[in-house]
């Protein structure tokens, strides 16, 4: 029952967050423009002065990255005669926002590709950071911030987070812009993060309505393309500036989404439900096994008897068939089913079983 409060308070809590009807959204939060969206690139490096919690001796890419560093130094020491117990490779990645400019710090992510058991106390050596098109965007170096540790024994280990990933703020300089066509675009594309043939319409309808000659029009249930007015060809920023902060009232599809590994359920404000009957019962069986000993008496000429005993009681819940009449919103759902007391174990099933029987009116989603 505890746990069904807390699932409660969640539910009541996304409520309050959730967009009631007719309250507006900004488009900058429901949708990004055409060519501004994050780039990934990723690098090879090696992160140094570890406390005995680097890379084993076997790990030969280790070795051989250490040696090649080495070398570029004018140290030509074989792999084989070097020991990389403070030395861990690691792959470091970032994402690279739209129109960062050269000289731009940005936070990079150090994670160990060997077997090294910390990177608590390391510093990243010098690491370029590629794109896909195999071009240096951004240089990488720097002490790493680790939010957890392991202590090793020669019986136990504590350990606390993922001591093999470590991260550095502002970690990265920018090399090298992304190239994005922008001025003097003739149109412009506005892509949904939730695809929507409703929302899609009445975004093209706001912008429509501020901006006379733009021409937006929804192409599919998540993109809306529009032309760009004369005036704003030279001055796109200006254009997209005006049109996230236009307010568009967004519709959703009613789910109930389900997590069977966690016991967790969601249901969504527009999740309707027709009149049905629900009964809650639990049946327990409690098995319990015990043995009893008969030993003879003293002096005796008997033998000690084990003999088995069984004791098995079964309870089945007396819960009444509940009406559920036809709902309305997401707190008559919330009320009906907690006046029988189901906990989220419960709900999952009761869910399924009334989207079974038809009377859920919204998309059932297990993950």
């Known amino acids: 029952m505890k746990n069904f409060l807390l699932l409660l308070s969640a539910i009541s809590l996304a409520l309050l967050a959730w967009p009631a009807p007719g309250q507006a959204i900004r488009i900058k939060e429901l949708a990004t423009f055409e060519g501004v969206r994050v780039n990934q690139i990723t690098g ?49 990645t970032a994402d690279l926002p739209p129109f960062v400019k050269p000289g731009t710090k940005i936070d990079i992510l150090v994670s160990s590709i060997g077997d090294a058991t ?11 950071l590629k794109g896909l098109d195999d071009h240096v965007y951004a240089m990488a170096q720097g002490p790493l911030s680790v939010g957890g540790f392991a202590i090793t024994g020669q019986a136990a280990t504590v350990q606390k987070n993922h001591p093999t990933v470590g991260r550095i703020v502002q970690g990265a300089t ?71 902060n236009l307010s568009v009232d967004p519709d959703y599809v009613g789910k109930v989404i389900i997590d069977e590994r966690t016991g967790t359920v969601v249901v969504g404000e527009n999740v309707k439900l027709s009149t049905v009957a629900v009964a809650h019962g639990t049946l327990s069986v409690q098995i319990r096994e015990g043995v009893q000993v008969t030993q003879p008496g003293p002096f005796g000429d008997g033998e000690t008897v084990a003999t088995p005993e069984t004791e098995i009681n079964v309870e089945e819940g007396a819960d009444k068939l509940l009406l559920i009449e036809r709902s309305t919103n997401i707190n008559d759902v919330v009320k009906a089913l907690n006046a029988i007391g189901v906990t989220p174990r419960d709900l999952i099933m009761i869910f399924q079983a009334i989207k079974a029987a038809g009377a859920l009116h919204g998309e059932l989603e297990i993950i």
């Open 174 to 244: 920018v090399e090298r812009e992304v190239p994005i066509r922008w001025q003097g675009k003739e149109t412009l594309s506005v892509k949904l993060g939730q695809p929507d043939f409703t929302t899609a319409a009445r975004v093209a309808e706001a912008i429509n309505e501020s901006l006379p000659g733009s021409a937006a029009k929804p192409l599919d249930a998540s993109t809306i393309e529009l032309s760009v007015p004369s005036n704003y060809r030279e001055n796109l920023a200006i254009l997209v500036a005006e049109l996230e």
């Open 118 to 128: 910390s990177l608590q106390g390391g510093t990243l050596l010098v690491t370029s």
């Open 44 to 92: 090879y490096g090696l992160v140094v002065g570890l406390n005995g919690t680097g890379d084993k001796d076997q790990t030969g890419f280790t070795r051989q990255s250490l040696s090649n560093l080495l070398k570029r130094m004018d140290l030509s020491i074989a792999p084989s005669a070097l020991k990389v117990k403070n030395v861990a490779a690691v792959m470091v």
